[in-house]
């Protein structure tokens, strides 16, 4: 059976869990989470709970990974665990809405950053097909549709090219990160008092016992979306040199340093502009957080230097997103449960060709349709389901196989697998309870996938 051939390192590996976690989230998700919160150490609390259990799945997922390296990532551990066709669901749910979703979306949001920099001609055209308007925002579906192709083609012509230019976005990334902390931690118009001053016109009774758990979950749906992809890189775990130990190690090493970003961010943007003013943007929701507390540091400078920082964050995100999300439907199709040719290894340049192209055409329909917004939306919802899986799949494997070699054991066993798993399902009862729409909506995108399975096993 044909393999892809390891080339990637502890240092690349790292890298790309950083480079495709960190999108657009961190710098706009503050607005929606302040109007939840109303106190700007609750939102940064927020932040920090999210990055620990996000660490928390990431940690779990590790011993996973370093069981079983294989493409796929949870693809090829939920065969070992529940069986091909739950395996199944999970691709097809990838396929359908998860990762095409998360490329749609990083896309779209890459070319509106850029329409900010840079104008796009404007279009009156108009073609309703389904009751959608294909025309609308023509220029920028246009431009998210061609970074699309474009990056596909990268990665077609083989994942060192598509993982260097990630390492060079990534130190960008870095360098543009830290001089905004600097600046902005060091700017006169900041305050400490801000970091402590609560909303003057928040509901404060909403925080009190259940309503406290409820905010907290709300708002954590934002922090998540920031933190969305830290179990990327076990897509690629067939094309990583000496898997079992540099898996592990990407994967909490990358987490650990997109959660440090992501705190000194928020601790800026509360630094330099008060609660309410974060809550008030949020009833604007075109505008970006990040981009005015540049532009109240350095006016235009600041605004033109944030808007191309996003630019720097969503390309890279989505190249990386492309890159190895392709990996699972290879690996499906490699088991007969997705279409046969996307098993195909390109001779040349050992790259999962029809996979590529399949995931790039169903993206760009999701650009398309407009649609992308609502599914990014069930988004966290339906991964969190996989993600409690892989925790639980850790327990249930030390139980029935305990035989079975782990380079890597998650580090506070059982504890920090059931912690992840018990809030999985604390956070799918909530947002069932407060989102049955999207909930359900999730449920049925991934349901689709059922006749699928039984025509092809």
């Known amino acids: 059976m044909s393999k892809l051939i390891p080339k990637i390192g502890l240092r690349a590996a790292t890298i790309l869990v950083v480079s495709v976690i960190v999108g657009s989230g961190v710098f706009k998700k503050i607005a929606p989470m302040s109007a939840e919160l109303g106190s700007p150490l609750l939102v940064i609390l927020c932040w920090i709970l999210a990055g620990i259990i996000s660490l928390a799945g990431a940690l779990s997922t590790a011993e996973m990974a370093s069981m079983f390296p294989d493409s796929g990532g949870e693809y090829a551990y939920f065969q070992k665990i529940y069986g091909r066709f739950f395996a199944f669901l999970y691709g097809w749910g990838n396929f359908t809405v998860m ?209 191309c920082l996003i630019l720097i964050t969503t390309l890279n995100a989505t190249n990386s997103s492309i890159m190895m999300s392709a990996r699972i439907f290879y690996a499906m199709a490699r088991d007969q449960l997705f279409f046969k040719k996307a098993a195909s290894i390109h001779p040349i340049y050992k790259t999962p060709d029809v996979a590529l192209l399949l995931q790039s055409i169903w993206s760009i329909l999701l650009i398309w349709s407009g649609s992308f917004d609502q599914l990014t939306d069930m988004l966290i919802f339906a991964s969190f389901i996989y993600y409690g899986s892989t925790a639980l799949g850790v327990i249930i494997l030390r139980l029935k196989n305990p035989e079975i070699e782990r380079k890597y054991k998650v580090i506070g066993y059982p504890f920090v697998p059931i912690f992840f798993v018990l809030f999985c399902v604390s956070l799918l009862f909530v947002t069932i309870f407060n989102q049955p729409y999207e909930a359900l909506f999730g449920l049925g995108l991934i349901a689709t996938g059922i006749p699928f399975y039984l025509f092809w096993k």
């Not at 990268?154 to 990160?177: D, P």
């Open 99 to 307: 990762k095409t979703a998360a490329i749609a979306a990083l896309a779209y949001i890459f070319a509106q950053s850029f329409n900010s920099l840079i104008p796009l001609p404007s279009s009156n055209l108009s073609c309703i097909i389904f009751g959608i308007n294909i025309f609308d925002n023509l220029s920028i579906k246009l431009l998210a549709s061609l970074l699309t192709i474009l990056l596909t083609y990268l990665n077609y012509r083989g994942i060192k090219f598509a993982e260097s230019l990630s390492s060079i976005l990534t130190y960008l990334m870095f360098i543009a990160v830290l001089l905004f902390i600097i600046f902005g931690l060091k700017a006169e118009e900041g305050s400490f008092e801000n970091l402590t001053q609560k909303s003057v016109n928040f509901d404060e009774s909403k925080l009190y016992g259940w309503g406290m758990m409820k905010a907290m979950m709300i708002a954590s749906l934002g922090a998540f979306w920031g933190y969305e992809g830290w179990n990327h890189i076990g897509y690629i775990g067939e094309e990583v040199k000496n898997p079992q130990k540099n898996l592990p190690l990407a994967l909490g090493i990358g987490t650990g340093i997109v959660i440090l970003i992501y705190v000194m961010l928020n601790i800026v943007f509360v630094y330099i502009l008060p609660i309410d003013f974060f809550i008030q943007l949020n009833e604007t929701p075109n505008k970006i957080a990040a981009i005015e507390v540049a532009n109240k540091i350095l006016g235009s400078t600041g605004m033109l230097f944030v808007a």
